[in-house]
C-alpha cells in the first residue's frame, strides 16, 4: 500500500521532501504466505521508522507535532493466531496517535472477526483510516471486511477525505478505492479539500500516489 503527503494548491501538486523530527511515520511489515504451523513460530516483525518530509511549508509536520503515526498494509489476516497476537503487542507498545491502513485486510470464514480484534487491541487519540486493497474484492469478501473495519472504529475512505483537526492545524486524510479493479476516483477523492490544506493521500497500489504527486 502506499502512503503520500503533500498540501493542497489547485493544480499544483509538487512536494518537497526533506527531513523532519516533529513526527515519527512507522511501517510495520509482517511477510504473509507459507503454511502458518511452519512460518508463525519464526515470524520475525519489523519496524521501519520514517521521518516526516519537509515539504508544503512543515504544515502537516506542525499539525502532527510529537505523533506517531503507523502504516499497515496487506496484513491478510485468516485468524486471530501467533502473527496477529505479535502484532497487536507491537501496536500496544508503540502507542500510535493516528493509524493509516492500505487495504488487502483479511480473508477466509474467520479472517473478519479476527481483523476486528487486531484492530480494537489499540485506540489512537486520532483514530485509524484505511482504504480498500485489491484481494479485499478479490475474494468476494468486500462487505465482510468493511463491517470489520467499521465494527474496529476504521473511517474507511471510499473516494473520499475527511479533515482531521490536530492540535497544531487541520489534516485532511483522503483514501482512493482500490485501483487494481478501476475503483479510484482521485478527483473525486481530492474535490472538498480546499487549497493549503496538508493531505495524507492512501492507496493501495503505491504507483497510484506517485504518479499522482507527479502530475
Known sequence: GGVLFFESRGRSRAVRWG???LLSFVLIGVAVGFDALV???????????????????????????GAMVVHLSDLHVRRYGI??????????QLAPDLILM????GEGPDGPAALT???SSVKPRY????????????RGQSEEILAALREAGVRVLINRSEILTAPGGAVAIAGVDDPHYGRDE???????????VPVILLAHLPLLVFAW???
Do not use: K, Q, W
Open 39 to 65: 512460518i508463525e513460530p519464526h515470524i520475525v516483525l519489523t519496524v521501519s521508522r520514517y521521518e516526516m518530509p519537509e515539504g508544503h511549508e512543515g504544515r502537516l509536520a506542525h499539525a502532527l507535532a
Open 127 to 138: 483514530g485509524i483510516y484505511g482504504v480498500m486493497g485489491n484481494n479485499d474484492y478479490y
Open 213 to 215: 504527486r507527479d502530475t
Open 186 to 196: 482521485i478527483a473525486r477523492t481530492m474535490a472538498d479539500i480546499e487549497e493549503n
Open 83 to 92: 502473527r496477529e497476537r505479535l502484532v497487536a503487542r507491537r501496536l500496544r
Open 19 to 21: 527531513r523532519r523530527i
Open 102 to 105: 492500505t487495504g488487502d485486510y
Open 117 to 119: 480484534r487486531l484492530l
